[in-house]
């Protein structure tokens, strides 16, 4: 960093949810200037305690769940350090918070809380919600692991990096899997070649085939092939990953089908 102005990579989230966030990418001193919002609750100071993969920052008067956090911040780093076949860098700086409504809306809150915690410049934060924590951590930090996994030049498409992250979590919401049953049923099945930036939930039902059919080292490669394409000439996500198996095209994508047809009948 060089200059007078304070750089931290935040802003707007690459997951954009209410309970969660993850921010990257640096502030303008204009919006590091925002006022600070009021939290909820009555807390204390910020301290941080550190675990082997994490500097979880909380404030006092959250002591009663630190415990529980740290085991299952740590519980979902190996879950997908072994699925990805890859370990941070560094250290996650976790930033907890009370409610769903302390999480920040803009850069500027962001950017205000991470300077109030304490957590150093510079580098990507999780802010997570107590109050969400458990449905959360899993999902977003899967987005620092595929921050710190694909190349900082690649741009991925959004419905790979949010596919990844639902498929993590190991579960699928009842109203998204209906979705997807519905359109399934009536034949509404897009190309893997004509996803788009929305289509997280087909991202989703692709990484649990990727995982299925390829092993714990499919959504890597995936992801790099994806990334791969760039530079490669490939023409779509279907094709990046044969750049790094061995599977015809075509076959991956009957495959796919048969699969969705299996588990979304």
Request: proline residues 5%; aromatic residues 8%; contains cysteine.
């Amino acid at each position: 960093m060089s200059g007078s102005t304070q750089i931290i990579r935040q802003a707007l989230p690459i997951a954009l949810s209410i309970v969660a966030v993850t921010w990257l990418v640096p502030l303008s001193a204009a919006q590091s200037a925002a006022p600070p919002r009021k939290d909820s609750g009555r807390l204390g100071p910020w301290t941080v305690r550190p675990t082997d993969h994490f500097d979880i920052y909380y404030r006092r008067g959250q002591e009663s769940r630190l415990n529980e956090v740290a085991r299952e911040a740590e519980r979902a780093y190996l879950r997908i350090s072994m699925d990805l076949e890859h370990t941070l860098a560094n250290k996650v700086p976790l930033i907890l918070l009370q409610t769903n409504r302390d999480l920040p809306q803009h850069p500027g809150e962001a950017y205000t809380i991470v300077r109030a915690s304490g957590a150093p410049d510079g580098v990507d934060h999780m802010m997570l919600s107590l109050e969400s924590f458990s449905t959360r951590v899993t999902h977003e930090l899967t987005h620092q692991f595929e921050f710190d996994l694909i190349p900082r030049p690649c741009r991925v498409p959004a419905w790979v990096l949010e596919g990844l992250a639902d498929h993590e979590t190991g579960n699928w919401i009842s109203s998204e899997r209906s979705a997807l049953r519905a359109s399934v049923a009536a034949g509404l099945i897009p190309a893997v070649a004509n996803f788009a930036t929305g289509d997280r939930l087909w991202g989703h039902a692709l990484f649990d085939f990727i995982m299925a059919e390829y092993g714990t080292q499919g959504a890597r490669r995936y992801v790099l092939a994806a990334c791969e394409r760039q530079t490669s000439g490939a023409e779509n996500a279907r094709d990046a990953f044969d750049l790094a198996s061995t599977e015809v095209s075509k076959e991956f994508d009957r495959a796919f089908l048969r699969y969705l047809r299996a588990q979304f009948n």
